[in-house]
């Protein structure tokens, strides 16, 4: 229900344009169920379709990714051109009234903002700009030139989607969790979040005065877009329904939870940076990959336990304190992307913070 509801009628993020970085580039999107194809066009603009042959549904790319000039069944042969149209049908005699304009690759919205691409397979849904509403606005504010990928990695965890969403709209955690470096790093007492719309948030943390310096934190400072507030805090910004974008002075990292099964997830980490000269990855940003590999790592290990122990009568109900109201309001939005006829009886989150939400 939670795919259907949730994943197939909300903006995903699936990459960086420079990801697709010349036409005919493409790429398998595969995370809300439906196999998609994101493929950049002669034209240079990147569109998405449903990987479905329409003569009889097979893939029309069984590659992860790569680059070609058409799109081609492996079954039939049927090739369609970087642009979803379909331009050759092997023994096409045989078919009675083949209009081959009407079979063009059927379309997932596909919309880029700022570089960052995102799919949705709701054809109503709202814009991406206007789904995003003023993130836009407050992202702009440390962005930099162009961005690229430094790493990727993808982690399997033993716990459900939504207590993993849980565990990065907070940094109540830190000293219990991560006592060995984010609880140096930052002041988990000095912390500003707002609700957005949407079901969007943002987090803003104190850096620690005495780490200020510390180069994986100060190192991008000479950048003239990164204003004071930026040199001393970390935010992270929570875009529903899945992702979570931890912003600092030199990096995005972008962690997605995609539903395995109703007690199993896959964390998927991208970090980009700015563009630097040359292949090899500055020092800096390995640095900060390290780091973060061991605060990804106890993260992990704390989910399955938990996961086992929160299914038990025990645990219910929740406490939720005021630190920890952007839970509340990501779960709140998960009700109502499912809807108040489908819940089961007696789970409805509380409306009492509704009126919190910035507009």
């Not at 984010?182 to 969007?200: C, E, I, K, W």
């Amino acid at each position: 229900m939670e795919m259907q509801q949730i994943f197939h009628r909300n903006w995903l993020f699936a990459g960086h344009e420079s990801e697709w970085a010349e036409p005919g580039a493409y790429q398998l999107f595969t995370r809300s169920g439906a196999p998609i194809v994101i493929v950049r066009g002669q034209d240079n603009v990147l569109r998405a379709f449903y990987n479905s042959c329409r003569h009889r549904g097979a893939p029309v790319t069984r590659d992860v990714c790569g680059v070609a000039k058409r799109l081609t069944c492996q079954y039939h042969s049927w090739s369609y051109d970087t642009q979803g149209k379909l331009k050759a049908v092997p023994d096409s005699r045989s078919f009675v009234d083949l209009d081959t304009d009407e079979l063009a690759l059927v379309p997932v919205r596909c919309e880029v903002w700022q570089g960052w691409v995102f799919v949705n397979e709701d054809s109503e849904a709202d814009s991406l700009v206007n789904f995003l509403g003023p993130i836009c606005e407050q992202m702009l504010d440390i962005n930099g030139p162009g961005m690229r990928r430094v790493g990727r990695q993808i982690h399997r965890v033993e716990a459900n989607w939504k207590l993993m969403v849980d565990a990065f709209l907070e940094v109540y955690h830190i000293r219990t969790v991560h006592p060995d470096n984010a609880a140096l790093l930052y002041d988990d007492q000095s912390v500003t979040v707002s609700m957005l719309p949407n079901g969007h948030s943002r987090l803003t943390t104190e850096k620690r005065e005495e780490l200020r310096d510390f180069p994986m934190v100060s190192d991008q400072y000479d950048n003239p877009s990164v204003g004071l507030l930026w040199r001393q805090t970390s935010t992270s910004f929570g875009i529903f329904p899945n992702l979570v974008v931890p912003m600092d002075t030199g990096a995005f990292t972008f962690l997605s939870m995609w539903p395995v099964d109703q007690r199993t997830t896959e964390l998927e980490l991208n970090w980009f940076a700015p563009e630097w000269q040359g292949d090899e990855v500055p020092e800096e940003h390995l640095q900060r990959l390290e780091l973060f590999d061991t605060v990804m790592a106890q993260d992990k290990a704390n989910m399955a336990p938990i996961q086992a122990s929160v299914e038990s009568p025990g645990a219910q109900p929740f406490q939720i304190g005021w630190h920890e109201r952007l839970i509340h309001h990501f779960q709140r939005a998960v009700d109502l992307s499912i809807g108040p006829d489908l819940l089961p009886a007696g789970t409805a989150v509380s409306t009492a913070l509704d009126s919190y939400v910035e507009r």
